[in-house]
């Protein structure tokens, strides 16, 4: 559609634009009241300075529909130039009355109204009451210029000062009424925002393991299905590994399930540290890439990775891990792990993937343990291929 394609895709500037619309709209009810106005003899100019005040104001309205159409008036604090539009309204609308016979101008102090029904839109009480003063103070210096060495103990002077002490009255009063709706509204926005904080909070909690802090299972499947997606999209390799911790029963045998705890946290803490360091992880953020699968068991996604570069970066991993003492409560204890490395094959599912990597994990456990071990191609099915272990 070529109007909303006017508006633009973005949903800030589009509002923008939708409330300029709105403004320039407000304009157009006056046309009627003022040709009426012109038509009975109210104002001091004719057609022709009706249609110069209609043409000034679309051309002002043009100037700003462009100004926030372009994205030129996002370099101001007010990029709905809601202030400036106010503004032009408000010179345009004093420019009328000075124009406006007596009998039409209170008619055409509905103007002001007009004006501070569209600063509903964004202004705060304090903008508010400095709107009001100006459109005071610029209707009383019109006022003081046309009765310049005239009597003021006249019906028309007092009816001037009739005009002004309503518009006073009426803008003040508007004035607080519309800064109560802009806290309604500012506390509405910071509600949501709250809202929207707290729900990323969930979600990032309900992706997170509690114990170690890295991702769990939820957060490593959905991971896992993006990848998938993405290298089907793109033709690119990655691979999974699936690492066990060894003999991690002894652990909690020996030391308890509190050092068993920590033992999980501080091999985590190894991996990653590890990872980071890897040439074939740095593109990648680990902490995206790593998380505890269950128990003692962890997933690890290689994005980019084929077979081989996989297989490398584990068996560093592993080496790191297998040299590291992991700083518990009992003192620093060392661990190793099994794990077994699967390169996506397009066509295969998420599930299947996962499955040849955990075959060959286990086969690396059957095998002794301590070593890193490559999936076959083949399906699960197919009988057991010949191995290649990267023990040192
Ligand atoms: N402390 C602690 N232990 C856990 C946690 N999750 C699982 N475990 C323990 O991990 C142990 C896993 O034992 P097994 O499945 O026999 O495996 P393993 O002892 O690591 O032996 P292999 O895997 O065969 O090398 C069990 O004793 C579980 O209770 C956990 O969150 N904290």
Known sequence: MAFDRLLSRDSDTRLRLQRQLMGAGSYMMFLLPGALAVRWGWTDFGYPGLCALSGVAIA????FFIAIRSGYSRRFADAALLVPQILVALALAITTLHFMRSEARSIMLMLFVAMFFFGLFGLTTRQ????????????????AAEFQGLALHTPAF?????RLVSLLMITVWLSFIGGYFASLRQKLADRRDALRDALAQVKELSERDELTGVHNRRHLMRALERERQRALRVDAPFSIAILDLDRFKQFNDAHGHQVGDEILGEFCACVQQCARELDVLAREDIDEAFGRYGGEEFVMLLPHTPLDGAMLCLERIRATVEATPLRTSAGG????????VAEF???????HLLARADAAMYRAKHEGRNRVLSATARTLTDPPQPQRSTEN
């Open 333 to 340: 204890l060392r661990t190793t792990f099994s794990a077994g």
């Open 128 to 143: 508010f009451l400095r709107l009001s003063a100006l459109a005071v103070l610029s209707y009383a210096a019109l006022i």
């Open 60 to 63: 002002v309205n043009a100037v």
């Open 158 to 162: 007092r009816m001037e000062l009739l």
């Open 345 to 351: 094959h397009p066509g295969e599912s998420s599930a």
